[in-house]
């Protein structure tokens, strides 16, 4: 936990005296180094202004995923404190079968030998629920080599093989995808054979692939079996060599041997084991069992500063009569331990805390027994007092966030918002229900709720956005649609309805009397396994509710993804049947980092083609939302595709109102999705070049887009100047593999003699910031040459500029 983030001091000492002045934003793009030189002459008519521009367009969205919040933003230093992230999942050992009772997404259990080469694995499955069929894994190597056999996916419609893929995606279909479904309450035969690259999968007895894949074959690993929202029992599992050997026959070990949740170790003589009965609340709880030494739970990774207070807590029932101990210790051997009276029979709370006089970047936490006895432990929480001081976020985070000045946040999703159940969120912290599935290496415990997020947004300054989940099937199961209507509308009521009401009762009585005021409500996420109808009729469903509950909030409809054709027959559908209901039309797309040079013009002509709809349609106010957007990756392309879309964003400002890119922030332990502004692990962060980009723009923001004179070809440029017209603002992206001479007027003419010129040139569209080099890309002063009402400057290949003029 690294208090304040080492970025480049030359750029921050340096931010008051550029915000006074004349603003040049250029990018050049290249592929290597520069091998000739274009001069480029414009021409800023400051006195021509084309449109306002929304300061919401520097917006931004915080979704619970790869432990943003979890794990990062939010203060708490021990993750999966109540033990429902664990390898065991929802499966459970009912009467000799494996039961897998719950809707969520890449459910897997897998056991057996990771040497095993060429067998058989065979077993029955019966679905009892949801929407899809049974998951088969085998030759299970981790959770990126392995196959798996797909029976009743793709909406159970057909049959395949899946293999775990090594090209930045974690599994694709490889082989024949027979047509085929899976019933529900029928028992399925199963058979799996591996033979060197050749798999046969039967299904009730049925032979219904026979595939050799490529070179690129896993040879050996485990089985499994796993789920995707769908409910599944599994029996009589059985393993046998193709000579006949038995190598597996029963249950898997893992659900009837000692485990331990995900990021906790048993340590000492101790046993642990994961249980389900009588949790504090939600599904799991840990046991430990004491056999005479000290011996219980640990977890490690936890960075502990000199001098600072850790308050902490657990919920702990049982028999102990040696007593409990909870324990501090530090990567040298440094203690600090304190004991706990003796458990009770039901579920108590016990505190404790430690001021170590050591620091460690890899301090462990320890919670056991003294001598023989069996206890339960739930919810265990540590956080440092200044922390708790500060809304109980992590400062240097919180901080990362602040500088960026968002003026709007979204939250809490993205695909997380669409089976988010916000009463799970509220109210003290051990009472919180958890998420209902685990999705991109989290299984949020709901820690950071609807009164974090606000309070979030008011610390930053920003306006809070939320995104409703309206009970779609997929992400919910089969639910009833007026049950979340009414969950929506009494969101609403909590977050702003007066003391007085049922909801805004609760909301005072959880610690905030004043309504909040949440202006910005989003109608779901990504509907489109919907269809556009069904999803218009929808929003025509929710849409007047929502605002008979507050009148005064503004609503966003889901748009289109990509730029495409199929993108804009959504948009047209929406905007035809919903435009008089909504406010905003969200839209998203998510773009290949080889493209900076093209993308941001190529969605750019996505953006008019749907204003065009919306000039046609029954409110021509609605505005564009693009709520998700980056460049995959956080290397220096996605910093010139950040400055070129952020460019387009201006140039649209007239119909375009917000953005919010996509991933805010990601700990470097995510196995994908590598694109976040923020990274970070428990001892700091660094910014990518997209946050260093953006960082840029945004601290050089003007509300009045100016016209410009000249060849833009080269150019992707916008001009503007601030509300009060004392600053003007130049910004470019620069495509080409040139170094480019630019040569810029400002009419009427203007006084340049005190420019200034600070310059972004990492030299390499790889290159990229780490925890190690935080500011490898960063701004640094550079050469420039002012000549009465001109400045000129050079820009080198692959690099980014500002120029300020007073």
């Known amino acids: 936990m690294v208090w304040e983030h080492k970025m480049c001091r030359k750029t921050t000492k340096s931010k008051n005296k550029i915000s006074r002045y004349v603003l040049l934003v250029v990018a050049v793009t290249s592929t290597g180094a520069s091998h000739a030189e274009t001069d480029v002459r414009l021409s800023i008519r400051s006195d021509k202004v084309v449109h306002t521009i929304d300061e919401k367009i520097y917006g931004h969205f915080l979704e619970h995923i790869y432990h943003s919040c979890n794990g990062g933003l939010w203060g708490e230093l021990i993750w999966n404190r109540s033990f429902e992230q664990n390898n065991v999942g929802q499966w459970s050992v009912e009467g000799g079968e494996i039961v897998q009772a719950g809707m969520g997404t890449n459910q897997r259990l897998v056991f057996g030998d990771p040497s095993w080469r060429d067998y058989e694995f065979t077993l029955e499955a019966k679905k009892t629920g949801g929407s899809e069929g049974f998951l088969i894994l085998f030759r299970v190597q981790n959770d990126k080599e392995f196959y798996w056999c797909n029976l009743g996916g793709w909406g159970n419609t057909r049959h395949g093989l899946e293999r775990g893929l090594d090209n930045n995606r974690r599994w694709g279909p490889i082989g024949p995808q027979p047509t085929g479904s899976i019933k529900t309450g029928h028992w399925y035969k199963i058979k799996i054979r591996c033979q060197e690259r050749r798999f046969g999968v039967w299904l009730d007895e049925e032979q219904i692939i026979d595939f050799t894949d490529d070179e690129r074959a896993h040879l050996s690993g485990k089985v499994g079996v796993g789920t995707w929202a769908t409910k599944v029992v599994f029996r009589d599992f059985k393993v046998t060599s193709l000579g006949g050997d038995v190598l597996y026959d029963g249950l898997p070990k893992i659900l009837v041997q000692p485990n331990t949740a995900r990021f906790w170790k048993a340590y000492g003589t101790a046993e642990a084991y994961l ?50 101990v909870v324990s501090l210790v530090g990567d040298k051997g440094q203690k600090e331990i304190q004991d706990t009276s003796t458990p009770a029979s039901y579920w108590r709370e016990f505190r404790f805390k430690f001021k170590p006089t050591w620091q460690s970047d890899n301090a462990v936490i320890r919670i056991g027994l ?399 910031n780490t925890l190690a080099r935080p500011c490898n890309i960063k701004p640094e002063p550079s050469r420039i040459v002012a000549e009465e009402s001109q400045v000129r400057f050079d820009l080198p290949g692959l690099s980014a500029g500002v120029v300020t003029i007073r």
């Open 275 to 324: 249980d389900t009965y009588d949790p504090l609340n939600s599904q799991y709880c840990q046991r430990i069992i004491g056999t005479g030494d000290e011996g219980g739970l640990q977890q490690d990774k936890l960075c502990i500063r000199k001098g600072e207070i850790y308050n902490g807590s657990l919920w702990v029932k049982g028999h102990a009569p040696g007593g409990l």
């Open 370 to 768: 003294k001598a023989e006895g069996q206890i339960w432990i739930d919810q265990v929480s540590m956080m440092p007092d200044s922390w708790r001081r500060n809304s109980c976020l992590r400062p240097d985070l919180l901080k990362a966030i602040a500088d960026l000045k968002p003026p709007i946040i979204r939250w809490p999703g993205g695909c997380f918002a669409s089976a988010y159940r916000w009463k799970d969120g509220i109210g003290p912290q051990y009472k919180r229900g958890v998420y209902p599935r685990e999705i991109w290496d989290d299984k949020e415990v709901n820690s950071f709720g609807s009164d974090e997020f606000v309070a979030l947004c008011r610390e930053v300054g920003a306006e809070p956005l939320i995104v409703v989940n309206i009970g779609t099937e997929p992400w919910n199961g089969d639910v009833d649609e007026e049950l979340f209507l009414q969950e929506v509308c009494n969101w609403i009521e909590y977050c702003n309805g007066p003391v007085d009401s049922r909801w805004g009762r609760v909301r005072a009585e959880n610690g905030h009397a004043e309504p909040y005021h949440v202006k910005y409500w989003e109608i779901d996420n990504e509907t489109w396994h919907m269809g556009a109808d069904n999803y218009a009729a929808a929003v025509r469903r929710f849409a007047p509710a929502m605002k008979k509950v507050d009148p005064t909030i503004k609503l966003a409809a889901c748009g289109s993804a990509g730029y495409g054709k199929g993108g804009l027959d959504w948009n047209k559908i929406i905007i035809e049947r919903c435009a008089d209901l909504i406010d905003y039309l969200s839209i998203h797309h998510y773009e290949n980092p080889n493209n900076f040079k093209d993308g941001p013009r190529m969605y750019e002509a996505f953006f008019r083609q749907t204003a065009q709809l919306i000039e046609k349609s029954a409110n021509r106010n609605l505005k564009i939302y693009v709520s998700e957007w980056n460049a995959q990756s956080t290397d220096w392309r996605t910093g010139l595709y950040c400055g070129g879309l952020l460019n387009a964003f201006e140039r649209c400002g007239g119909f375009l109102e917000m953005g919010g890119p996509a991933l805010f922030l990601r700990h470097l332990s995510a196995t994908a999705w590598d694109n976040a502004f923020i990274n970070f692990d428990h001892t700091g962060w660094f910014a990518a070049p997209n946050y260093v980009v953006m960082k840029l723009w945004r601290d050089n923001f003007g509300a009045r887009l100016l016209e410009i004179e000249g060849n833009t070809n080269v150019l992707n440029a916008v001009a503007t100047k601030s509300a009060d017209g004392k600053s003007l603002f130049f910004k470019a992206v620069n495509p080409s593999d040139e170094k480019v001479t630019v040569v810029l007027s400002i009419l009427p003419d203007l006084d340049t003699s005190k420019a200034e010129f600070h310059l972004i040139a990492p030299g390499d569209l790889r290159a990229r």
